[in-house]
Nanobody
Framework: QVQLVESGGGLVQAGGSLRLSCAAS????????MGWYRQGPGKQRELVAR???????NYPDWVRGRFTISRDNAKKTMSLQMNNLKPEDTAVYYC??????????????WGQGTQVTVSS
């Protein structure tokens, strides 16, 4: 199995910054795409940022350069630097990886989520 542990969430004022981290462990053969998703109150889960094994990144338009995703393939970790946070960024942020473990095809795994609250 794959275990994902997120850290770095918390309470911050509007305009502030937070850095989220995600560490993957377990019987991992390989990790493909890694990403961050979020789910705000009463909203559906949405993509925040995604990064491939070669470092190619993908962000939705609303990020507008405020967030930066990165990964360390050797350490099986991923980070999300969030700057200029807004109250509407308040949500539970989830780490997602597409990984392959022994004797199973690649599939998506999710972390437990970390709360980000931005006060106005």
């Amino acid at each position: 199995q794959v275990q994902l542990v997120e850290s770095g969430g918390g309470l911050v004022q509007a305009g502030g910054s937070l850095r989220l981290s995600c560490a993957a462990s377990g019987s991992i053969f390989s990790i493909n795409t890694m990403g961050w998703y979020r789910q705000g109150p009463g909203k559906q889960r949405e993509l925040v940022a995604r990064i491939t094994t070669t470092g190619r990144t993908n962000y939705p338009d609303w990020v507008r350069g405020r967030f930066t995703i990165s990964r360390d393939n050797a350490k099986k970790t991923m980070s999300l630097q969030m700057n200029n946070l807004k109250p509407e960024d308040t949500a539970v942020y989830y780490c997602n990886v597409n990984a392959k473990i022994m004797c199973r095809p690649s599939e998506d795994y999710w972390g437990q989520g970390t709360q980000v609250t931005v006060s106005s």
